[in-house]
């Protein structure tokens, strides 16, 4: 009885990780044939990318009582979903005005209303610039919210 206690528990504890890894954006496999586990960051939180390195630490969390060989596949940018109206909704989002993208991307006036017209074409380094630039944004107004709330926490 003692043993079927022990291997519930253990599951139960894998299960948690595993949930924990699934809200963090992280997908766990099963160790395959080969036992091989890949770990995989599906999605950004917070705009955080983890190196494969990260990944491996977390995989060994999820299993820490096995051994086996850990794949890791970091987080692959989806190019379709940058659009225009997607750099428009995150202008929108993060009160970022034109003057800000043409100063901090280097991107000229005139260049940068073609692309938000449609009437210039988004490279995929454009779509790139686009994507980490918002990104980067985030985590600065993340960081500046979380010194904000400790200097309130202080007083």
């Keep these: 009885m003692e043993n079927k206690t022990k291997t519930?528990?253990?599951e139960q504890r894998f299960q948690i990780r595993k949930s924990i890894g699934m809200f963090l954006g992280i997908d766990v496999s099963t160790p395959d044939e080969n036992n091989v586990v890949t770990v995989t960051?599906?999605?950004l939180l917070n705009g955080w990318l983890l190196n494969q390195e990260e990944l491996k630490v977390f995989g060994r969390t999820v299993y820490p009582e096995r051994k086996f060989k850990i794949r890791a596949e970091v987080y692959q940018l989806d190019l379709e979903q940058i659009t225009v109206e997607w750099i428009k909704e995150q202008m929108k989002e993060l009160g970022i005005k034109r003057y800000d993208i043409i100063r901090q991307l280097a991107i000229d006036k005139?260049?940068?209303s073609l692309i938000l017209s449609g009437k210039?074409?988004?490279s995929n380094t454009m779509k790139v610039a686009f994507f980490y630039?918002?990104?980067s944004y985030l985590l600065t107004e993340l960081h500046r919210n979380q010194v904000t709330d400790e200097e309130e926490t202080k007083k």
């Design 41 to 43: 960051e599906k999605r």
């Design 120 to 122: 210039r074409g988004l």
């Design 110 to 112: 005139s260049s940068l």
């Design 8 to 10: 519930r528990t253990e």
């Design 133 to 135: 630039y918002f990104n």
